[in-house]
């Protein structure tokens, strides 16, 4: 019997008496136990309100269908006094944000001992010690100090692991993981996972991964679950499901993704639409709407699961089968030679600051401390390239790219462009040359005006920079920019929320190109879309570049999307550049330490190459800007960090192989270059 | 957060320094004169002039000020036109009975408020709720002299349950070390004096309360459903808790933290409110006192009693940051 058997599980929330919603439309997923079984969707498929069904802590306004079988019981038929007993002691949950999961006002250790109180019969005493193990168990340093602390005082990773320190504490049989990482930086990401994995088999706990991310899957999962519509729509072991895909979805998705080792040259293969354009199963096939290769065959009601191979199951007319998933559709267009154009570059940044106030005196008001967000970086963005800058947060990489537009003030450095120095400029003559620069922001939603059509939005920035015309010549030209994005021309008179994620973000970067800039600075310009999506801005984003011969300054997390975008790549730790080169060239051979393990840390959709590689998990936390430590900013983390020089001497960034450069003091010899 | 409250009690004193300034000239735009509104109608010119030149009013507007600073200095804020009496003396003799009056209206309104809050926010779209949304609507629309006169004319007059007027019968006779008659009676073990001056507070502190009342029982029913909408009361569901404890610990704690802010902006309407109840309900207060001065153009006192009530309100909400300290970790470290 297994641990967890899920059948039929349906999950409809109703809004008014008349409206409801089906979020999950049958799902049946079985978890061993001592298994890690991977539950993997977009957003909207229903992978979450599963978890939640699981644990019964949907909202009021959800009716739950279907048997629940943990351990024996159909937790369906028990009443919330009885789950409760039972929830954080049998099944407990790690959720998504470890900022928001926890209480802002009450102790670390109280929030860790409360659930011991609760389903164990220990003492306050033993509870408090029993919290202390805890947390030397997952890893962090001084618990004692901590657990008086409260979440703020800890860092993302760490409060990440006080959630996993809460979920273990009373030794469940099934660990539920709810996109446990996915608000972490990659490195953190990379401890955090190995962490569950580790822990889930000590305790002998099974342990269920929900999550977008195919990556994180294949190195973990032994079973993976694919949903779509509500509903599992592919299951299979690990390896199998990474090498013989079947469901036309799990092909979409799996091409969808720029990996580390993917052909850059070529454009992705999006899925068309979005997840939120899907039909009800009773009429057919959830994704056919999106399909390639779906035909009337596929609008069977109801679907059944086929069986491919034992323990291979998928829900798909027109299953892949052995034929290799799709990468490369189209090839991009040649990169027109560097040399050709003027050498001299759009935008020379040299020796920029940028400074917050991070501490103020007492009555004064003054600051007297400064987190130094930029400390000295020189870069050059070549006209016509794409520049990538990667980092994780806090590296200083947007305050760059906001600096640039002088959105942020500039403590000091000069920002030439075009030759013109922005740093020291005013507000006046700051105007003409913002329209030749533009910018497409992380998350749609919220910087585009909910109040306005989008045509509306569209026209506003032409109106503001005076573009000769009017008011016909501007729609006009709103309606070409509207083609150009891929928008059908009716979105002139609709609004932000009528649209998806994706669609959103195409009206942000209408908004960026209709001025005809001459730089895109695009700062995390897909992470807040759904993995199916991405693909189709990156795709957008690359044309766009093309046919108006932009120069871009790429600004994301995603290291995979900067190597696919990007033709030179700088990555930035702690408000440096640490390095930078040609794009090809610093991703074959990354040559300063945090990239090195920056690249280790990401999760590769691939369980064989994923089990090959060595990987190297960077153990601590990123410093904080306000304080950061001496010499090489990167020196406490560094696996390569020697005696000398690094604690006490800041690397300049020197080149160190024609067109790299690196802030190392020992790159050569770490790359066995001398 | 020693350096904390240094820093804001040093924000008092140019907030004092601008007050006193905006009210001194203020003041002197009034229509009316001072002198001839306590001579009366038929004053000679002579008399007038006598007046003006004693309290020093026929002096330039500049020097006048200048002279009320060096007073103020020495804790001296002159003394009524109208009475002769000191302003400081008059102020301490009237200030016990508002704040008995004050703390007894917010204290009712904090008391009543927040559990009733909570309640229709725990039954949302229930009878209860319903019932306290439309009474606290109803709370914040009537005005308080109204609610004082109606109170009274019900409770006091027509049922004859609780005295009408006053703050303790005369005839008891009783003892005032702190001039808080409650705690007087309390404190001189005097029972029946402390019961009495009770009875006398109820009426009143439910007309002062009622807005305040109303306010914090619409702030903590939507803080509370906006806590209980959080991700960490999902966790501390998915911890198995009980729900008094995720109530007290988890919703509870964080739902107080708006509601705090609301109270100590509601101690500067509450001065308001007991001008106009004191004088209702004839209880000798800094309030009713307050308002014969405006009447008579008592300059003296009205800058005194206006900078008396900045101090304390200023006082007030620096509590109110203070406590938001002792809930809120995050708030300690600012």
């Known amino acids: 019997m297994s641990l967890l058997d899920v059948r039929n599980l349906r999950v409809r929330f109703t809004s008014t008496q008349s409206v409801s919603t089906t979020a999950v439309d049958g799902v049946s997923l079985t978890v061993e136990a001592g298994e890690v079984v991977a539950l993997v969707g977009e957003s909207g498929c229903g992978k979450s309100a599963t978890a939640l069904a699981l644990l019964g802590l949907l909202p009021g306004s959800a009716r739950v269908e279907g048997e629940i079988v943990f351990d024996g019981e159909d937790l369906t038929t028990l009443n919330d006094r009885q789950l409760s007993a039972r929830r954080g002691r049998d099944l407990a949950m790690v959720f998504q944000d470890p900022m928001t999961s926890l209480n802002p006002v009450v102790p670390i250790g109280v929030q860790i001992t409360e659930v011991l109180l609760r389903h164990t019969g220990l003492s306050k005493a033993a509870a408090g010690a029993r919290a202390e193990e805890l947390l030397r168990e997952v890893g962090i340093p001084d618990p004692v100090r901590r657990l008086r602390q409260y979440p703020h005082q800890l860092s993302g990773g760490m409060r990440q692991r006080v959630m996993i320190a809460i979920a273990i504490a009373c030794g469940p049989k099934l660990l539920i993981a709810d996109e446990p990482t996915t608000a972490l930086d990659v490195t953190i990401q990379a401890q955090v996972l190995e962490l569950l994995a580790r822990l889930a088999r000590d305790h002998g706990a099974a342990l269920l991964m929900i999550t977008h991310d195919l990556g994180v899957v294949a190195g973990l999962a032994d079973r993976v679950n694919v949903m779509y519509g509500g509903r599992v729509v592919e299951t299979a072991s690990a390896p199998e499901l990474f090498r013989r895909p079947m469901h036309r979805y799990t092909r979409g998705l799996l091409a969808s993704i720029p990996a580390l080792d993917s052909p850059r040259d070529v454009a992705l293969t999006p899925i068309p639409g979005s997840p939120f354009d899907r039909l009800p199963w009773e009429s057919g096939c959830s994704f056919a709407s999106r399909c390639a290769v779906a035909d009337e065959a596929c609008m069977v009601p109801d679907l059944p699961m086929t069986d491919d191979s034992p323990g291979h199951r998928h829900r798909c007319v027109h299953p892949g089968g052995d034929a290799p998933v799709p990468v490369s559709v ?38 007297v401390e400064y987190v130094r967000a930029v400390d000295g970086v020189s870069l050059d963005l070549p006209r016509g390239r794409t520049y990538g800058l990667v980092g994780e947060s806090g590296c200083g990489k947007s305050s760059l790219g906001r600096a640039l537009l002088r959105l ?24 003409p040359m913002r329209r030749r620069m533009q910018m497409v922001f992380q998350d749609p939603m919220a910087s585009l005006n909910p109040r306005q059509s989008v045509g509306d939005i569209l026209e506003l920035p032409l109106r503001v920079h005076g573009v000769p015309g009017g008011r016909r010549e501007w729609r006009a030209k709103v309606l070409r920019t509207l083609d150009q994005v891929g928008l059908p021309r009716a979105a002139e008179h609709r609004y932000p929320h009528e649209f998806s994620g994706g669609q959103r973000q195409r009206v942000g970067i209408a908004r960026a190109i209709i001025l005809e800039p001459d730089l895109l600075i695009a700062d995390e310009p897909v992470s807040a879309l759904d993995v199916s999506v991405q693909a189709q801005i990156v795709n957008l984003l690359q044309e766009v570049k093309r ?20 033709d030179t790549v700088g990555v930035m730790y702690l408000g440096r550049l640490v390095e930078e080169a040609d794009s090809r060239e610093l991703f074959e051979r990354p040559l300063h330490p945090y990239t090195v393990s920056l690249m280790s840390a990401v999760p590769l959709p691939d369980p064989v190459a994923e089990s090959r590689r060595e990987r190297i998990i960077l153990s601590g936390d990123l410093p904080s800007p306000a304080n950061p430590p001496s010499g090489c900013p990167f020196h406490t983390r560094c696996p390569f960090r020697r005696e000398t020089r690094c604690a006490d001497e800041v690397p300049q960034v020197r080149e160190v192989v024609p067109g790299h450069r690196v802030a190392c003091h020992w790159a050569e010899d770490i790359a066995g270059l001398s | 957060m020693i350096a904390f409250v240094a820093r804001r009690l040093a924000l008092v004193v140019p907030v004092l320094f601008g007050l006193s300034l905006l009210l001194f000239v203020w003041l002197r735009l009034l229509p009316g004169d001072p002198a001839r509104a306590l001579l009366g109608e038929r004053a000679t010119q002579e008399g007038i002039d006598r007046v003006n030149h004693l309290y020093g009013f026929d002096r330039s507007l500049p020097e006048q000020f200048l002279l009320f600073l060096e007073r103020l200095a020495r804790g001296d804020l002159g003394s009524s036109i109208r009475t002769g009496q000191s302003v400081v003396g008059s102020f301490f003799e009237r200030f016990p009975a508002t704040v008995e009056l004050a703390v007894a209206g917010l204290g009712l309104a904090i008391v009543v408020g927040i559990p009733l809050g909570y309640f229709a926010a725990r039954r949302k779209g229930g009878p209860l709720d319903h019932l306290s949304v439309g009474a606290s609507l109803l709370g914040v629309v009537v005005p308080v002299f109204f609610l004082a006169y109606l109170l009274k004319y019900v409770f006091a007059i027509r049922l004859g349950w609780l005295p009408t007027a006053g703050r303790q019968d005369v005839r008891l006779d009783a003892t005032h070390p702190t001039g808080l008659y409650v705690l007087d009676g309390v404190l001189t073990g005097e029972w029946d004096a402390a019961w009495d001056a009770l009875l006398h507070l109820i009426l009143p502190a439910m007309a002062l309360g009622a807005i305040p009342l109303a306010i914090i029982v619409r702030i903590t029913r939507a803080s509370v459903l906006e806590v209980m909408n959080e991700d960490f009361v999902r966790t501390a569901r998915a911890k198995g808790l009980t729900r008094a404890v995720i109530r007290r610990r988890h919703v509870m704690r964080n739902a107080l933290l708006p509601v705090s802010t609301t109270i100590g902006l509601q101690a500067g309407a509450l001065l308001a409110g007991a001008v106009l109840t004191e004088t209702v309900f004839a209880l000798n207060g800094v309030g009713e006192f307050l308002f014969t001065a405006v009447n008579h153009l008592d300059y003296p006192v009205l800058q005194g009693f206006v900078l008396f009530i900045a101090v304390i309100y200023a006082v007030v909400n620096l509590l109110v940051d203070v406590s938001y300290a002792v809930i809120d970790p995050r708030a300690r470290q600012r």
Not at chain 1, 408 to 430: I, K, Q, Y
Request: aromatic fraction near 2%.
């Open chain 1, 330 to 367: 189209t090839t991009r267009e040649p990169q027109a030679p560097s040399g050709g154009g003027s050498p001299e570059p759009l935008v020379r940044i040299s020796d920029l600051r940028v400074r917050y106030p991070a501490r103020r005196a007492a009555v004064t008001n003054r600051p």
């Open chain 1, 408 to 431: 942020e003030p500039v403590a000091s450095g000069s920002v030439l462009f075009d030759g013109v120095d922005l740093a020291g400029m005013r507000e006046r003559g700051l105007r």
């Open chain 1, 547 to 566: 046919t108006l011969s932009l120069t871009t300054l790429l600004i994301a997390h995603d290291l995979a999307v900067v190597r696919h975008m990007s």
